[in-house]
């Protein structure tokens, strides 16, 4: 039997073509150029693929000339080169060329009209991709009214990045269709940057000939190159370093992943990658991202916490947590005066929610058992987080730190001040709160008739440590007795990441109905499944870092370097829907996402902890237990607005 496909294959690229219609029906690509190019990216339907789009003005109008089907196309193939010939719908020919190198694909699209016509769209590429593989996303720099323009780079999550650029100039843009949740897939168009008729949108083409010439290469993009390349277990970091930042174009905002929720309240797990990440093939700036982002958020755009602050009281302290990320790597000063504002009435709702004064923030979920209802109090939507929260109440402390730090460079100092002593009231106020006596921990929250909650949160009581909320005497303690519970429990699967918590969240503190929920009263009959212990890379960087910064390095190594490993190995995901960004202690999936971009904030430990590459106001410096200490250390970063090449 004839194939009805044309394929050219390398170590970089896949690439088949249908031999019956203007479409490319696979791609993959391999940033380490290992031959990882299996998968199709490409959503197999109908409608998906990459194919020749254009839109005519009537869609269901066939009359003379106007088809609302195009012609069959006929297929030349020339060497490494595939031709497409085709009248479209409204009677334009077209004319596409695919040539295939080993590492990139050039594509010119070219159309010829004797009349001026009129279309819905102008001519492009439509593309359609498959999030049941893994949710690809793209990368640009935002451009005004653009989320996408081009350069950008379309990330496959644990595949690599592929650039696509526009040949010899060219305003050419990425439009995004919004995501499918449902089907798992999102659909995109490069086509030239135009804009309909200002009275209805539609596009004029005039009579004669259009062009639009393309370049998509496979590119590795790695996060401090030089540093990663002393060490041959960050090279897959091309693959996997990019996953965090899942920008969904059709908003111009960064997401769990392309096709799932913007979590505004997980905005910071996005942002302090993006302060490691240098600038990307194409000029491409994950920082910009961010900042689209918060742009998007302050001018009102919706997002998973939004409305609903005073509830899920992490929503605050994150978008004021990414702010100072931004400002702080771009150095933009007419920025900061023009989101100060802005930044100070988000402060001053926060502090509004420390409702009986004693310095904390007070969700109006209750905490009480019993009382668990949706939206709970922060990121864990299915355990019954409520009242004073130690995960919020450490979120805040950093926060307003951060806060006053922006104050101060904008001379600010009377509300520099004010926002210093709401940190200061925070930590005066942690320990004393949710130290836990019987345990010797911290518990995960304070209910408002007084009851700790204390399921041992591994990731909460890192994140107290790494914030510097808890003296290093009780932090050694803390860590002692949460390596002994581990040891305890029997946990071991530190290439899963670390369990949610030790031990089983009972059924009054946890939604009914949902994903891990128990039916016995003391949880241990769904004990492993999602938030209910479940193991993950999310949250896991608090307390490895903590580790690391009480100076127990081994501890910490045989943590992150089967994490790593997982990473490398694309482990942490297995597609949109599957579940496996969480999974039972035996490694079975255990959560519902499939793939969520929080996990990949643990990779951040490599350079934070590993190395001992901190992020300060005055810029980035060496920890006191970095192992590079005393030498030169290649960096490639900004600070300021300003190159950060060397750090020493």
Same mark, same amino acid.
């Given at each position: 039997?004839?194939?009805?496909?044309?394929?050219?294959?390398?170590?970089?690229?896949?690439?088949?073509?249908?031999?019956?219609?203007?479409?490319?029906?696979?791609?993959?690509?391999?940033?380490?150029?290992?031959?990882?190019?299996?998968?199709?990216?490409?959503?197999?339907?109908?409608?998906?693929?990459?194919?020749?789009?254009?839109?005519?003005?009537?869609?269901?109008?066939?009359?003379?000339?106007?088809?609302?089907?195009?012609?069959?196309?006929?297929?030349?193939?020339?060497?490494?080169?595939?031709?497409?010939?085709?009248?479209?719908?409204?009677?334009?020919?077209?004319?596409?060329?695919?040539?295939?190198?080993?590492?990139?694909?050039?594509?010119?699209?070219?159309?010829?009209?004797?009349?001026?016509?009129?279309?819905?769209?102008?001519?492009?590429?439509?593309?359609?991709?498959?999030?049941?593989?893994?949710?690809?996303?793209?990368?640009?720099?935002?451009?005004?009214?653009?989320?996408?323009?081009?350069?950008?780079?379309?990330?496959?999550?644990?595949?690599?990045?592929?650039?696509?650029?526009?040949?010899?100039?060219?305003?050419?843009?990425?439009?995004?269709?919004?995501?499918?949740?449902?089907?798992?897939?999102?659909?995109?168009?490069?086509?030239?940057?135009?804009?309909?008729?200002?009275?209805?949108?539609?596009?004029?083409?005039?009579?004669?000939?259009?062009?639009?010439?393309?370049?998509?290469?496979?590119?590795?993009?790695?996060?401090?190159?030089?540093?990663?390349?002393?060490?041959?277990?960050?090279?897959?970091?091309?693959?996997?370093?990019?996953?965090?930042?899942?920008?969904?174009?059709?908003?111009?905002?960064?997401?769990?992943?392309?096709?799932?929720?913007?979590?505004?309240?997980?905005?910071?797990?996005?942002?302090?990658?993006?302060?490691?990440?240098?600038?990307?093939?194409?000029?491409?700036?994950?920082?910009?991202?961010?900042?689209?982002?918060?742009?998007?958020?302050?001018?009102?755009?919706?997002?998973?916490?939004?409305?609903?602050?005073?509830?899920?009281?992490?929503?605050?302290?994150?978008?004021?947590?990414?702010?100072?990320?931004?400002?702080? *790597?771009?150095?933009?000063?007419?920025?900061?005066? $023009?989101? +100060?504002?802005? @930044? /100070? =009435?988000? &402060?001053?709702?926060? #502090?509004?929610?420390?409702?009986?004064?004693?310095?904390?923030?007070?969700?109006?979920?209750?905490?009480?058992?019993?009382?668990?209802?949706?939206?709970?109090?922060?990121?864990?939507?299915?355990?019954?987080?409520?009242?004073?929260?130690?995960? *919020?109440?450490?979120?805040?402390?950093?926060?307003? $730190?951060? +806060?006053?730090? @922006? /104050? =101060?460079? &904008?001379?600010?100092? #009377?509300?520099?001040?004010?926002?210093?002593?709401?940190?200061?009231?925070?930590?005066?106020?942690?320990?004393?709160?949710?130290?836990?006596?019987?345990?010797?921990?911290?518990?995960?929250?304070?209910?408002?008739?007084?009851?700790?909650?204390?399921?041992?949160?591994?990731?909460?009581?890192?994140?107290?440590?790494?914030?510097? @909320?808890?003296?290093?005497?009780?932090?050694?303690?803390?860590?002692?007795?949460?390596?002994?519970?581990?040891?305890?429990?029997?946990?071991?699967?530190?290439?899963?990441?670390?369990?949610?918590?030790?031990?089983?969240?009972?059924?009054?503190?946890?939604?009914?109905?949902?994903?891990?929920?128990?039916?016995?009263?003391?949880?241990?009959?769904?004990?492993?499944?999602?938030?209910?212990?479940?193991?993950?890379?999310?949250?896991?960087?608090?307390?490895?870092?903590?580790?690391?910064?009480?100076?127990?390095?081994?501890?910490?190594?045989?943590?992150?370097?089967?994490?790593?490993?997982?990473?490398?190995?694309?482990?942490?995901?297995?597609?949109?829907?599957?579940?496996?960004?969480?999974?039972?202690?035996?490694?079975?999936?255990?959560?519902?996402?499939?793939?969520?971009?929080?996990?990949?904030?643990?990779?951040?430990?490599?350079?934070?902890?590993?190395?001992?590459?901190?992020?300060?106001?005055?810029?980035?410096?060496?920890?006191?237990?970095?192992?590079?200490?005393?030498?030169?250390?290649?960096?490639?970063?900004?600070?300021?607005?300003?190159?950060?090449?060397?750090?020493?």
């Amino acid at each position: 039997m004839l194939r009805a496909e044309i394929e050219f294959r390398s170590k970089w690229l896949r690439v088949a073509f249908s031999k019956n219609a203007p479409r490319i029906t696979t791609l993959s690509w391999d940033s380490l150029g290992e031959g990882k190019v299996k998968e199709n990216l490409l959503k197999q339907t109908p409608d998906g693929g990459m194919q020749l789009s254009q839109a005519p003005l009537f869609l269901d109008f066939d009359g003379p000339g106007v088809g609302k089907k195009p012609t069959p196309a006929s297929v030349e193939m020339d060497g490494n080169v595939v031709r497409y010939s085709q009248r479209l719908p409204g009677g334009a020919q077209a004319r596409w060329e695919i040539r295939v190198q080993p590492k990139s694909i050039q594509m010119t699209l070219a159309s010829i009209t004797h009349e001026t016509t009129v279309a819905r769209e102008p001519l492009g590429v439509s593309f359609v991709f498959d999030a049941n593989r893994t949710p690809v996303t793209a990368l640009a720099n935002p451009k005004s009214m653009l989320p996408a323009s081009l350069p950008c780079l379309l990330h496959a999550p644990d595949y690599g990045s592929l650039l696509v650029q526009p040949v010899a100039g060219g305003d050419v843009c990425l439009i995004a269709e919004p995501a499918i949740h449902s089907l798992a897939q999102w659909t995109g168009f490069l086509r030239k940057a135009e804009r309909g008729r200002p009275s209805d949108g539609l596009f004029i083409q005039p009579a004669g000939a259009t062009r639009v010439a393309l370049e998509l290469s496979v590119e590795s993009c790695v996060p401090l190159p030089e540093l990663a390349a002393r060490d041959e277990r960050l090279r897959y970091l091309a693959r996997s370093w990019l996953n965090t930042f899942q920008y969904k174009a059709d908003v111009g905002i960064l997401a769990n992943n392309t096709v799932s929720d913007n979590a505004t309240f997980c905005m910071f797990t996005f942002t302090d990658p993006a302060v490691f990440t240098p600038t990307l093939a194409g000029g491409i700036e994950p920082i910009t991202l961010a900042r689209e982002s918060l742009e998007r958020y302050f001018a009102g755009a919706s997002g998973t916490g939004v409305g609903y602050e005073d509830i899920e009281t992490d929503t605050y302290p994150s978008l004021l947590i990414s702010a100072w990320d931004v400002i702080r *790597v771009t150095g933009d000063l007419a920025l900061l005066r $023009r989101w +100060l504002p802005t @930044l /100070e =009435r988000i &402060a001053a709702s926060a #502090e509004a929610q420390d409702r009986d004064g004693n310095g904390l923030p007070e969700s109006a979920r209750s905490g009480l058992a019993g009382t668990a209802v949706r939206p709970t109090g922060n990121w864990w939507d299915l355990i019954n987080f409520g009242h004073e929260d130690a995960y *919020v109440c450490a979120l805040s402390y950093r926060a307003y $730190r951060g +806060l006053a730090d @922006l /104050e =101060r460079l &904008a001379n600010r100092s #009377e509300p520099a001040t004010r926002f210093d002593q709401r940190a200061e009231r925070i930590k005066a106020a942690y320990v004393p709160t949710f130290l836990n006596p019987r345990t010797g921990i911290i518990a995960g929250w304070k209910d408002s008739r007084g009851n700790l909650h204390d399921y041992w949160f591994i990731s909460i009581n890192g994140m107290a440590i790494t914030y510097g @909320l808890v003296p290093e005497q009780l932090a050694n303690s803390i860590v002692d007795k949460i390596e002994g519970k581990m040891k305890e429990a029997g946990f071991t699967r530190f290439d899963l990441g670390l369990p949610n918590n030790l031990i089983p969240i009972a059924k009054a503190d946890y939604i009914a109905g949902a994903l891990g929920s128990p039916k016995k009263a003391d949880g241990t009959d769904t004990f492993g499944v999602f938030e209910n212990g479940g193991a993950s890379a999310c949250y896991a960087y608090f307390y490895v870092q903590a580790l690391y910064q009480l100076d127990r390095r081994a501890e910490a190594e045989r943590i992150l370097w089967p994490m790593m490993k997982t990473f490398a190995q694309g482990g942490f995901q297995n597609g949109v829907g599957h579940g496996g960004e969480w999974r039972h202690w035996d490694g079975r999936p255990s959560g519902y996402e499939g793939f969520l971009a929080d996990a990949y904030y643990a990779q951040m430990a490599v350079f934070t902890g590993h190395y001992g590459i901190g992020f300060y106001p005055e810029g980035f410096r060496l920890e006191k237990w970095s192992p590079l200490k005393g030498g030169r250390v290649p960096l490639g970063l900004t600070h300021m607005g300003k190159p950060v090449e060397f750090i020493e």
